[in-house]
Nanobody, 123 residues
């Protein structure tokens, strides 16, 4: 069935960078808005970023704006999140999400989810 598989997480020092990737089995991939969410231990899942079907529009949480960049490669069925100048508060499990509805992706409701990849930022 539909699968979203995140990768690229790891342990980095504050100020460092990571690039997350989400491989999507969804077809046609371009019909799906895609997003990134994160969840820290004991906290609710938090919106990070979304990107529209052809990548023409992006939206970011204020906490990551200017540091993170979401992108997609519709030819490769992949979603990316470039994370720069990482902070300890960015530590969380990061999930990719997909839905034909942009509103559902932004709201974290409906659609599909990956298994998550751990990002840990040390002080």
């Amino acid at each position: 069935q539909v699968q979203l598989v995140e990768s690229g997480g790891g342990l980095v020092q504050a100020g460092g960078s990571l690039r997350l990737s989400c491989a999507a089995s969804i077809t046609p991939f371009s019909r799906y808005a895609m997003g990134w969410f994160r969840q820290a231990p004991g906290k609710e899942r938090e919106f990070v970023s979304v990107i529209t079907w052809a990548g023409g529009n992006t939206y970011y949480a204020d906490s990551v704006k200017g540091r993170f960049t979401i992108s997609r490669d519709n030819a490769e069925n992949r979603l990316y999140l470039q994370m720069n100048r990482l902070k300890p508060e960015d530590t969380a499990v990061y999930y990719c999400a997909a839905s034909m509805s942009l509103a559902r992706v932004k709201g974290g409701l409906g659609g599909y989810w990956g298994q998550g990849t751990q990002v840990t930022v040390s002080s």
